[in-house]
């Protein structure tokens, strides 16, 4: 079967990310990028070779020529594009947070389901080793029945410098980084039946909230904490790994800071190396997070050709997609939220 040719919409900040990624991809090839901004299609084009460059989405799906497109905007633009690639039936993969609204998010779903079109959130974080190792020793039954977890990420790291218009939005640390703490904890431990949130803003320079706790009341009968905070300073940063502590009925497992795995049960404990690989063009600390960039694009490209559903597909995400929005609300009434009266 011949490789897949695909689109890029957006060439900001972490799109550069996305277009290394795709070219270590085996099956698929970015083929042509649009982007508004004139400067940042060039240096996206320049950098990666691309020819075909587009300023509007329109024309680039008219002039056709590929067989999937990757929507790294922001979320403004997001039903917009997933929309516009159903009605031209091409598979779609889009950035997170994948809607402003539940309801938006819904609509963008059934639009591809409708057109027969697959789509998948770019929800990369359970695709890193780390936490892939984890589900690899829970899924072997190496600490029996889970009722317990953690799923933390406490920084001091300034992600603001990178993109500061992360300091802009009402909403911060939730929507952008706890949307991938939340999806950890589902995939991990099982979907959720009811959550209870609080939040805080620690920095005045920001408009958000940069702090978060959540607990978490799983389908399945476990209790789970996600805690998230950009206001944590710690003698060694531990940007931007995300440590767990799970709880079973036959043993623990913990993934602590540094890529350090260990699991106790009855036959003792053991110890292992999780760090994910340092790929030719990342960088440190951020190459845990860019391996997985790789790793959630093969898989995109490995399901598009079976014709199976992906792991983090439209519909699988509106159930992370629910946890925030049940968050939020939660956070503002002080009340606990049944998420699955979200989804119905």
């Not at 933390?152 to 991938?180: K, N, T, W």
């Amino acid at each position: 079967m011949a490789g897949l040719k695909g689109a890029l919409i957006g060439c900001g900040f972490f799109a550069i990310n996305q277009m290394h990624g795709w070219n270590d991809v085996e099956g698929a090839e970015i083929v042509a990028i649009c982007d508004r901004d004139p400067e940042r299609l060039k240096l996206v084009g320049d950098q990666f070779g691309i020819e075909r460059r587009y300023s509007d989405a329109e024309a680039m799906f008219a002039d056709g020529g590929f067989d999937f497109v990757d929507i790294a905007t922001t979320v403004q633009s997001h039903r917009a594009l997933v929309e516009m690639a159903a009605r031209n039936k091409i598979p779609a993969i889009c950035q997170k947070p994948f809607a402003r609204t539940l309801s938006e998010a819904k609509a963008m779903v059934e639009a591809c389901r409708a057109a027969g079109v697959a789509l998948m959130v770019h929800e990369n974080f359970r695709w890193q080793t780390p936490i892939q190792a984890v589900r690899k020793a829970l899924d072997a039954g190496a600490i029996g029945t889970p009722f317990w977890g953690r799923f933390s990420f406490r920084s001091g790291y300034d992600v603001f410098s990178g993109q500061p218009y992360l300091a802009e939005g009402e909403r911060f640390i939730i929507e952008d980084l706890g949307i991938h703490t939340l999806d950890i904890a589902r995939y991990i431990l099982g979907d959720v039946s009811a959550l209870t949130a609080r939040t805080k803003r620690v920095n005045p320079g920001i408009k958000g909230e940069d702090v978060a706790t959540i607990l978490l009341d799983h389908e399945n009968g476990a209790t789970s904490v996600v805690d998230v905070s950009y206001a944590t300073r710690l003698s060694k940063e531990p940007f931007p790994e995300t440590l767990i502590e799970l709880d079973g009925s036959e043993g623990t497992i913990r993934l602590s800071q540094g890529y350090g795995l260990e699991i106790t049960n009855g036959k003792g404990t053991t110890r292992m190396d999780v760090a994910p690989k340092l790929l030719s063009w990342a960088s440190r600390p951020w190459h845990n997070i860019q391996e997985s960039v790789y790793a959630i694009e093969q898989h995109w490209v490995d399901q598009l050709r079976r014709g199976a559903e992906h792991s983090t597909s439209g519909a699988d995400n509106l159930k992370t997609f629910a946890l925030v929005e049940a968050a939020y609300d939660s956070a503002a009434r002080g009340q606990t939220i049944d998420v699955r009266a979200l989804l119905r």
